[in-house]
């Protein structure tokens, strides 16, 4: 049975002194990872914030939930994540997806490929950072992506390779994670507009996508986290907080009909026994939360963390 463990989401502070606390204080309350987004939207960029993040704290873990693939190539990512992870002294998680905001291509003047393709590329991409981060030297010619005697140098502290995080909630994507993270994120899929699906927020499509997550992991399972990336969260004594995403929004309709995992709200022991309980059903073990409620379950992840 794997331990608890907690992280954040954040996006954006008005300035380094108000990022470095935020790090500091989510070090303080027990988290054992921020980790940032990887959009054009408004918000700081992820490696700049990941690096400030890691100078001012000793403990925390930093990463991208997630880096978008299609933006960045495998051996320039791999190189900038090999950086993070000797400046942190061994605290980067490698977090990589195939990418699902529509603006986001939009902006870059990149087309917007079907679902397949894109996860066909960044299956290509994830065996090819590996190596790099790994200490090879990789010459690769493939369907996307052609390198020659490509190599990463300073090398990642971690070996062979700082944690991989994959997430998604299609079935290709679940069986990348699968085979290759050491945390496979659960998320609704998304529509081809890159709109989360809200029928797959629910308790009984969350078990369906455990059981897919199990049987292509085969000898793997139980050797990597399963987190849930959790959209709104608190403890029934903390006042509400408005939900703040598209996501939250959906989930908070889903939650109204038949219950999802992606909210956490009750008394603390209500969400302990909850939590302990999907553990032993599921092994979900690992809960990403949005910063808006990192205070706001501060004590249920002083209960479980490393439990």
Not at 2 to 11: H, Q, S
Not at 172 to 195: H, N, S, Y
């Amino acid at each position: 049975m794997r331990p608890f463990r907690f992280a954040v989401t954040a996006a954006w502070a008005p300035d380094a002194a108000a990022w470095q606390a935020l790090a500091r204080r989510a070090e303080a309350l027990g988290y054992d990872a921020l980790v940032v987004p990887d959009h054009l939207s408004r918000q700081l960029a992820p490696i700049a914030a990941l690096a400030t993040a890691a100078a001012a704290t000793t403990r925390l873990r930093i990463g991208a939930y997630v880096f978008a693939n299609d933006f960045r190539h495998p051996l320039v990512l791999a190189r900038e994540v090999a950086t993070l992870d000797l400046l942190s002294g061994g605290r980067t998680l490698l977090g990589l997806g195939a990418g699902w905001r529509v603006a986001d291509y939009r902006q870059l003047g990149l087309p917007y490929d079907p679902a397949g393709t894109r996860i066909e590329r960044l299956g290509e991409a994830v065996g090819l950072v590996k190596r790099l981060l790994s200490g090879e030297e990789v010459t690769h010619v493939g369907r996307h992506y052609r390198l020659e005697g490509a190599r990463v140098e300073p090398r990642p502290i971690q070996h062979p390779h700082p944690p991989l995080i994959l997430g998604g909630g299609g079935r290709r994507m679940l069986r990348l994670a699968a085979r290759e993270a050491d945390i496979v994120g659960l998320l609704p899929q998304f529509d081809a507009r890159g709109r989360p699906i809200v029928r797959q927020a629910t308790e009984g499509a969350t078990a369906a996508k455990v059981a897919l997550v199990r049987e292509a992991a085969g000898e793997r399972w139980g050797s990597f986290d399963l987190d849930i990336l959790v959209a709104d969260a608190g403890l029934v004594d903390w006042p509400r907080r408005p939900l703040r995403s598209l996501w939250s929004v959906t989930a908070a309709g889903a939650a109204a009909l038949v219950g999802t995992p992606y909210l956490l709200h009750g008394s603390l022991r209500r969400l302990e026994t909850l939590l302990l309980r999907r553990r032993d059903a599921w092994g979900l073990n690992s809960y990403t939360v949005h910063v808006g409620s990192m205070e706001a379950i501060a004590p249920l992840v002083e209960r479980l963390a490393g439990r």
